[in-house]
């Protein structure tokens, strides 16, 4: 167990629909990060978060959208969801700005219908 | 830009076998190299990393890489694989661009036979 906790666990939803995925940093972490794991794309980054700003900007579509809330949590937001976005979303957190060593969390897994 | 490479896709090998994981990187400066595993169902967990200093690093799990500048490897390795080892693995690179992200290569599916 990292320490990162996301929920839900599993999303299923229709094409587009909007959703909330939700992750909670180990305890003390202030950076928090985005990442999609697809077969066809593997794993790529989506975006960072640093003690509430914006860090780090990947291939995050416009359509997708993040913030890190002042207890340092943190939500991506997915609208307009498409089959291709049918992924398993995972969120990782590091303790300080210039970390590297990335903690994650379970992931969630969401499926577009 | 920093990119990842594992060159094997599925590796197999019998319980009790040695095991070798490629991975190679491309970066202009001295990288930051990591390797991850990905059970079933599970998420990522850090095996071990790479930062500076002594080229032989061990993690987690009786795993240990050895960073070559040379030739821009950070192969994995465990002397004697165990079943529970059958998982994906990982290979990341950070170090480039803003922010603080790993790129990761497309990963290793590890099967062993009993």
């Known amino acids: 167990d990292s320490g990162v906790t996301q929920t839900p666990k599993h999303l299923i939803t229709a094409t587009g629909q909007r959703v909330t995925l939700r992750c909670s940093p180990r305890?003390?972490?202030?950076?928090v990060y985005w990442y999609q794991q697809s077969l066809d794309q593997g794993l790529q980054f989506l975006i960072q978060?640093?003690?509430?700003?914006?860090?780090a900007k990947g291939n995050i579509l416009e359509r997708f959208s993040a913030q890190q809330f002042p207890d340092l949590h943190s939500e991506l937001n997915l609208s307009s969801l498409e089959l291709g976005d049918s992924a398993l979303y995972f969120c990782?957190?590091?303790?300080?700005?210039?970390?590297?060593?990335?903690?994650f969390g379970p992931g969630t897994r969401l499926t577009v219908t | 830009a920093q990119s990842v490479t594992q060159p094997d896709i599925h590796i197999t090998v019998s319980e009790g076998a040695s095991l070798e994981l490629r991975c190679n990187y491309s970066?202009?400066?001295?990288?930051?190299l990591f390797w991850y595993v990905q059970s079933p169902g599970q998420g990522l967990q850090l095996l071990l990393k790479?930062?500076?200093?002594?080229?032989l690093v061990q993690g987690i799990k009786g795993f240990e890489a050895e960073f070559k500048r040379s030739q821009s490897s950070f192969n994995l390795r465990k002397p004697s694989v165990h079943w529970s080892d059958a998982a994906e693995y990982f290979c990341?690179?950070?170090?480039?661009?803003?922010?603080?992200?790993?790129?990761f290569g497309t990963g290793t599916q590890l099967k062993v036979e009993l």
């Open positions: 990782a957190s590091s303790p300080l700005l210039s970390s590297y060593e990335q903690y």
């Open positions: 978060y640093y003690n509430g700003e914006e860090r």
């Open positions: 790479y930062f500076s200093g002594d080229t």
């Open positions: 970066y202009g400066a001295t990288p930051y």
């Open positions: 990341a690179v950070g170090g480039a661009g803003g922010g603080n992200k790993l790129t």
């Open positions: 305890s003390g972490d202030l950076s």
